[in-house]
């Protein structure tokens, strides 16, 4: 899986997992030369805060499928096409371990993949990469980073 691709899964389900909210906060960073947030990020996992999941098509039969997981809000997000964060996405696959669920199997297996671990640490290289940009150059200079696949 690629970040700010659209992956359609067997189910019919589309979404893509956005960076915009990191973008945001390079942007803020930038633009207020103030990057502590940055500095907090120190893993592949602190990216999650950062992430979001966006379900372009199928959001309804998702949410059948996931309803007793779904809260309202992420719910109303889901059928209008909004972000969701994506621990709230990924806190929709809980299940029990004899249940059939195949979004649930092909999502878990979609962010476990080297290919998802190998999208998150290019992430982690290009925002460290800004933070020092950042902190060499005191904000001044404007980046321009692609977040998403490489």
Same mark, same amino acid.
């Given at each position: 899986m690629y970040l700010d691709k659209i992956y359609v #899964?067997?189910?019919g389900v589309s979404l893509k997992v956005s960076t915009m909210a990191l973008q945001e906060l390079i942007a803020r960073a930038i633009n207020t030369r103030k990057f502590?947030? #940055? +500095? &907090?990020?120190? &893993?592949? =996992?602190? #990216?999650?805060?950062? #992430? &979001?999941?966006?379900?372009?098509a199928g959001a309804e039969d998702l949410i059948k499928r996931?309803?007793?997981? %779904?809260?309202?809000? =992420?719910?109303?997000?889901? %059928? $209008?096409? +909004?972000?969701?964060? *994506? @621990? =709230? *996405?990924?806190n929709l696959f809980w299940r029990n371990l004899d249940e059939d669920d195949p979004d649930g199997d092909e999502w878990q297996q979609l962010i476990a993949s080297d290919e998802f671990y190998s999208q998150l640490t290019i992430l982690l290289h290009k925002l460290r990469i $800004?933070?020092? @940009?950042l902190q060499q150059y005191n904000g001044s200079a404007m980046l321009d980073f692609n977040l998403g696949s490489a």
């Open positions: #899964l067997q189910t502590p947030a #940055l +500095q &907090s990020i120190r &893993s592949t =996992t602190d #990216l999650y805060a950062y #992430l &979001s999941v966006v379900v372009c996931r309803q007793r997981w %779904i809260n309202h809000k =992420t719910k109303a997000d889901l %059928i $209008a096409g +909004q972000p969701v964060p *994506f @621990n =709230t *996405f990924c $800004a933070e020092r @940009n």
